[in-house]
């Protein structure tokens, strides 16, 4: 039975920061320890329930996509055991199938977004304005239709409680510098289409994600954080699929969808959640990967 980790405690190594997912320890000057816990937030709020298996589940899925993708630009992951960097068998036990060591880098201040479906914000904007993110798109689209071609939406990284705000290009250009956000634009969209191509043929379709990207001391591109995860994308089962609905998804709508029949405003500190819900959640989330790699999560 793996061990469930809402707050991990890792004593041996200085604490740089807590996320609202991952916890993120130094190891010495170059490299970070990221411990991906059992946390969700929903409405950028952190529940008091922790969700079993859903760090186990995060860091295998990225670890699956860092492979898969990394002959396009190299990624943060070092290699190095996380067993290895910590102290006595509860740390190990901690860290156990859901933590990193990665390289340490400089993160760039942009969220690269892609965008394959209209859904979502992006859906709402469409209502409005025709466009998404500034970028016009044909009249009549429905609900959760495929858009002519993927669309790079990026966003600002906002911090913890705060919102992203959906930027355009011009001003990617100015934070980045032209040729680097070119090269962020490029990357993401190859990403996005590389593994949305591959998860078609595992029956998901990727309606979009959210990448992040930081720099070497060489001013080298890297993927950071994680990647195509349950977490920072919208998976839905391709045989649910139909336009003009919002498919059901492998992440974490089920919580959303109970959250909406409370009464609550949507601020800390966030409802318990029930154990039904917590259960089906787990479930949806070791689906993903089991359907995405062919693998079992044990």
């Known amino acids: 039975m793996s061990q469930t980790v809402y707050e991990s405690r890792i004593a041996s190594l ?9 916890d993120i320890y130094a190891v ?20 008091p329930d922790p969700i079993p298996d859903k760090g186990r589940v995060l860091t295998a899925v990225s670890g699956f996509w860092f492979e898969r993708l ?12 996380p067993e290895s960097v910590v102290k006595g068998e509860e740390e190990r036990a901690q860290v156990r199938g859901r933590a990193v060591v990665v390289k340490r880098l400089k993160p760039l201040p942009v969220e690269a977004v ?27 689209l429905k609900m959760a239709q495929k858009l002519p071609q993927p669309l790079f939406t990026p966003s600002t990284k906002a911090e913890q409680g705060a919102h992203d705000e959906n930027i355009d290009f011009a001003t990617v250009e100015k934070l980045l510098g032209k040729a680097l956000a070119e090269q962020v634009r490029d990357v993401t969209l190859r990403f996005y289409g590389e593994a949305s191509d591959y998860a078609l043929t595992r029956g998901i379709i990727i309606a979009d ?3 992040e990207f930081g720099l070497d001391g060489t001013g080298r591109l890297h993927l950071i954080d994680e990647a195509l995860t349950p977490d920072s994308s919208r998976f839905w089962p391709a045989d649910e ?8 998804s492998f992440d974490k709508q089920i919580v959303r969808d109970y959250l909406e029949t409370l009464d609550w405003n949507k601020r800390a ?13 787990t479930a949806k989330y070791r689906e993903a990967y089991e359907r995405l790699s062919g693998r079992k999560l044990d």
């Open 14 to 22: 200085p604490l740089l920061a807590r996320g609202k997912v991952r």
């Open 28 to 47: 010495g000057d170059q490299q970070m320890l990221i411990v991906t816990t059992d946390r969700l937030s929903a409405f950028d709020v952190i529940l």
């Open 70 to 81: 990394a002959h396009i630009v190299p990624n943060h992951l070092t290699g190095i055991d």
């Open 114 to 140: 892609v965008r394959g479906y209209i859904i979502g914000s992006g859906w709402k904007d469409y209502q409005k304005s025709g466009a998404v993110c500034g970028i016009p798109l044909p009249a009549g």
């Open 209 to 211: 994600t959210k990448f």
């Open 241 to 248: 699929y139909q336009e003009g609905i919002s498919p059901p």
């Open 269 to 281: 500190p966030g409802p318990k959640l029930p154990a039904e819900i917590i259960a089906k959640t």
